[in-house]
């Protein structure tokens, strides 16, 4: 139903908007990642890639333990290789490319390395962010080479109602920090079956629509990519839906919120993201709250209160007796809505 909607949304642009070319993308997306994943899934079995599930999640979680990880790997470079074919001319497409590729190799790395020690922690939190800021920083060079930073004037971010946030070289700092932020915030949603895959393919979806109904001729070039992303995440969930065979891990989510990132930079579409991907934003905050709750009113025994029942917001609602696939729809139907805002709240 959700691949039928989005699918549906895709039709509507391309039959409205001129230079609209939402549909193929999205579709052909689809069907080649349904079938790597159907593919991959035994192939990693083989290999012994199972998910090392962490102890202090919820327990309902440990049958999970031993389900194939590092899905990222078959579904992402075919949403990077249908939505770059589409517009190959465009060398922005190739930046965008390139740093959905890198975030997709740090989090392979980070996912080998659990598998390898036989724990939930791989890389450092440090070591990570270092390498996520260093790919980030090369990705913004080169952008600012090709001055497609921050709209015309090169430091402008677009809000609604025809704002305009001026910036100038603070956009740097901005795009870094959106960079690890929305990266970490994909990361973190990443974990029920299907939550984090069907966030990912509505708010690539509508980052596509947003990007075709701006301005006289919208941009068919990042668009198209959007979507083509939005299928890969729809075939991933052919195997990730409840009950899972297949994880996306960190090769996944960090390559997802790089991808979101990358185009929201070069399209000025930091706004539209923000709200579209309000799921993100609410599931990174969670963690942070609770962490900052916890430390503030920690006692003499190390104890301190818990905003929620456990961080990130999902678990919260699953301990709380709501089932995984209840908390997996529902969260679905807010990104819907968000995007559904975002459309008509456009800068």
């Known amino acids: 139903m959700l691949s039928l909607a989005l699918l549906g949304a895709c039709l509507l642009s391309d039959a409205l908007v001129a230079n609209s070319m939402l549909s193929l ?40 333990a031993g389900t194939p990880t590092m899905g990222g790997l078959l579904v992402v ?31 392979a790395v980070d996912d080998w390395r659990s598998l390898t020690k036989l724990t939930n922690t791989g890389l450092s939190p440090r070591g990570k962010l270092l390498l996520q800021a260093g790919a980030a920083l090369l990705f913004l060079l080169w952008a600012a080479q090709g001055q497609w930073l921050g709209g015309a004037d090169g430091g402008d971010i677009a809000l609604p109602f025809g704002w305009i946030l001026p910036l100038g070289l603070l956009i740097w700092p901005l795009g870094l920090f959106v960079f690890l932020a929305e990266s970490n915030a994909t990361n ?26 701006r301005g006289h001729e919208g941009d068919p070039a990042l668009a198209a ?13 052919a195997h990730n839906r409840h009950p899972a065979r297949l994880f996306m891990g960190d090769t996944g989510s960090l390559a997802m919120g790089a991808a979101l990132t990358a185009v929201a930079l070069l399209s000025n579409s930091l706004w539209p993201l923000l709200l579209m991907g309000g799921v993100f934003l609410a599931e990174s905050l969670s963690v942070i709250l609770q962490v ?25 609602f699953e301990l709380g007796g709501i089932s995984e696939q209840r908390v997996v729809f529902s969260f679905w139907g807010v990104s819907l809505l968000l995007v559904l805002m975002g459309l008509v709240l456009l800068p």
């Open 225 to 237: 990519f959007c979507v083509a992303m939005a299928g890969c995440w729809l075939g991933f969930l």
């Open 77 to 107: 470079p075919v949403g990077v290789l249908v939505g770059g074919l589409v517009s190959p001319e465009d060398p922005r497409l190739l930046a965008v490319a390139a740093i959905t590729l890198a975030y997709m190799a740090i989090g």
């Open 292 to 316: 900052w709750v916890f430390k503030a009113t920690k006692g003499a025994d190390g104890q301190g209160r818990r905003l929620f029942r456990m961080a990130p917001l999902h678990h919260h």
């Open 188 to 213: 973190l949603t990443d974990g029920l079956d299907g939550l984090a895959a069907g966030c990912g393919a509505v708010v690539f979806t509508g980052m596509g629509l947003q990007l075709m109904l």
């Open 25 to 64: 993308p999205l579709v052909v997306a689809l069907a080649i990642s349904a079938l790597t994943t159907a593919w991959g899934v035994p192939r990693l079995r083989r290999l012994k890639l199972g998910q090392v599930i962490r102890e202090e999640g919820p327990q309902g979680h440990l049958s999970k």
